[in-house]
Nanobody
Framework: AQLVESGGGLVQPGGSLRLSCVASGYPFSSYDITWYRQAPRKEREWVATFTIRGQTAYADSVKGRFTISRDDAKSAAYLQMNSLISDDTAVYYC???????WGQGTQVTVSS
């Protein structure tokens, strides 16, 4: 089983990015999916969760700017990030908590 993220890159402040996470090797639709991020010299922090019941939750730092979604038919999850700021610079990971499964991460850099 694995999770593979993509979509990171360099973006100017105020810009947008959409991250993708594609799962394989397990029944994606049966598990919650979560995004985390880790900035340089900081602890890994929770960003957002999309449960199998269709509930979403966000960290206060991203609420109103980020949107998590999932497409179970594609075994994929997404993180739409708008109004990006420099504090959003981090490696972003998707995580299936009940599987204990992490992706390899994708770098997001917000800089002018």
């Amino acid at each position: 089983a694995q999770l593979v993220e993509s979509g990171g890159g360099l973006v100017q402040p105020g810009g947008s990015l959409r991250l993708s996470c594609v799962a394989s090797g397990y029944p994606f639709s049966s598990y919650d999916i979560t995004w985390y991020r880790q900035a340089p010299r900081k602890e890994r922090e929770w960003v957002a969760t999309f449960t199998i019941r269709g509930q979403t939750a966000y960290a206060d730092s991203v609420k109103g700017r980020f949107t998590i979604s999932r497409d179970d038919a594609k075994s994929a999850a997404y993180l739409q990030m708008n109004s990006l700021i420099s504090d959003d610079t981090a490696v972003y990971y998707c995580f299936a908590p009940s599987r204990g499964l992490w992706g390899q991460g994708t770098q997001v850099t917000v800089s002018s």
